[in-house]
């Protein structure tokens, strides 16, 4: 069955946010889609790889950058279970991402709209997209959850 609309990409970043928390990662996936096929998926594994860049946004761009032999993804769409940070947004921009979908706000980091609109400055050389999507208290949930039992 091919995954072609919101719901279906965010609930696979969803299954991804489930991985990492059985993991022992917080629990943030995504997936980078192009013409409705998944090019690259990504979870957190900041911890597992000892890699502070390893946030699910920058593993799902990897991956999709050696699927596409280029670091740069135009015409791509990231749907993320949580608003991006400050570094996510710069990779996407220098991935050149056209859309960004996020399912939960992050009212202490999130880059997009929450505590800095980095995606709207007008200085970037490339401007991308963005929209709060689906399951955005199924993602929020998550968290709170994994947070709640590491306490």
């Known amino acids: 069955m091919a995954v072609t609309t919101d719901r279906e990409f965010m609930g696979v ?3 991804l946010a489930e991985a990492a ?3 022992g990662e917080v629990p943030i996936g995504a997936v980078l ?14 911890i597992g790889s000892r890699d502070p860049t390893a946030h699910a946004e920058v593993n799902a761009l990897r991956a999709a950058g ?3 032999g280029n670091y740069r993804l135009p015409g791509t769409v990231l749907y993320v279970t949580l608003e991006p940070c ?3 947004v710069g ?3 220098h991935a050149r991402v056209a859309e960004l979908v996020f399912a939960a706000l992050e009212p202490r980091a999130g880059a997009v709209c ?3 609109r980095l995606l709207d400055a007008a200085h970037y050389n490339h401007r991308v997209g ?3 999507g689906p399951f955005a208290e199924e993602s929020g949930e998550l968290l709170r959850r994994f947070f709640r039992a590491r306490r």
Do not use: F, K
Request: net charge negative; with cysteine; proline share 0%.
């Open 13 to 15: 970043a969803l299954c």
């Open 21 to 23: 928390a059985a993991a």
């Open 33 to 46: 889609v192009r013409g409705g096929e998944i090019l690259g998926e990504g979870a957190n594994s900041v």
């Open 66 to 68: 050696h699927c596409e």
């Open 86 to 88: 400050t570094m996510c």
């Open 91 to 93: 990779a996407l921009v």
């Open 114 to 116: 929450s505590t800095a």
């Open 130 to 132: 963005w929209r709060q």
